[in-house]
């Protein structure tokens, strides 16, 4: 497998158009994958905001005075009333917030960023990522390219480890699982439980040549990678009655 940096993308502003930009500087051929990093398809959708746009309801402000208190650092109420308007559920309130997106990621502040936005103060995720990965993958196909399998990418924790990793928020082009399940694995024992999610290892792959800060790129190529003969599913997120972490978590209450 091969990944290439696309070099050169200017600053992306509200309009630019993704596909193109990424058509005249990259050597795409059929059987490609694309990976977008979501900063750039919300700064190209204008998704970007300012505070002061968000009036504090006084769920906002009890959020924040909490948080606060924890701590020991101001908080500012306009953004945790941010982050519940990008919401559909807040899972974890302290010692900080943990959501559920309306497209169904799940996130830290809702995947709201602070940085990478000089004319704003925050920059709010797409709206519906798998829907910018189709439209940058029918505007390739207009400037030409065919063929091409498109993921939106963003970086963000893990439970039980440190760091970050790249995910996949929207794809388009092929199958976010790969499904071995009744297959066979070397000893002849039928696989079970084996369902690989395929757009979140490529966005993983694919975060270790964009980079982050300032020296990185936000697109990347991904070539001679195979779906193989496997089935293929879209349902990457758990249905709320088959996650058990969430379960618990809405019984969970963190003591201050």
Excluded at 143 to 164: K, S
Excluded at 182 to 195: F, M, Q
Excluded at 208 to 228: I, K, M, N, S, Y
Aim: proline fraction near 4%; hydrophobic fraction near 40%; include cysteine.
């Amino acid at each position: 497998m091969e990944l290439t940096p696309v070099t050169d993308l200017p600053e992306i502003r509200p309009g630019d158009d993704i596909a193109t930009l990424v058509a005249d500087r990259a050597d795409l051929e059929a059987g490609d994958v694309l990976t977008v990093a979501s900063t750039v398809v919300s700064k190209a959708e204008g998704r970007m905001a300012d505070l002061e746009d968000y009036p504090v309801s006084g769920r906002a402000e009890e959020i924040a005075n909490r948080l606060e208190g924890i701590t020991g650092e101001e908080k500012d109420p306009r953004f945790a009333q941010a982050v519940l308007e990008e919401s559909t559920e807040l899972l974890i309130d302290a010692p900080f917030l943990l959501t559920e997106t309306r497209f169904g990621h799940i996130n830290v502040n809702a995947g709201i960023d602070r940085s990478n936005v000089p004319d704003h103060d925050i920059l709010l995720l797409p709206k519906k990522p798998t829907e910018s990965a189709e439209r940058i993958r029918s505007g390739l196909e207009a400037c030409g390219i065919e063929d091409i399998a498109v993921i939106v990418t963003d970086t963000c924790g893990r439970p039980f480890r440190h760091g970050q990793r790249g995910v996949a928020l929207g794809w388009a082009g092929m199958s976010a699982s790969r499904d071995w399940r009744g297959e066979l694995d070397r000893d002849g024992h039928e696989l079970g439980v084996t369902v690989q999610s395929v757009v979140d290892e490529l966005a993983s792959a694919a975060n270790l040549v964009t980079g982050e800060g300032a020296g990185g790129t936000p697109a990347v190529v991904v070539r001679d990678w195979a779906f193989g003969d496997h089935a293929g599913s879209d349902e990457l997120f758990r249905a709320v009655e088959d996650d058990l972490v969430r379960q618990a978590l809405r019984e969970w209450s963190f003591d201050d």
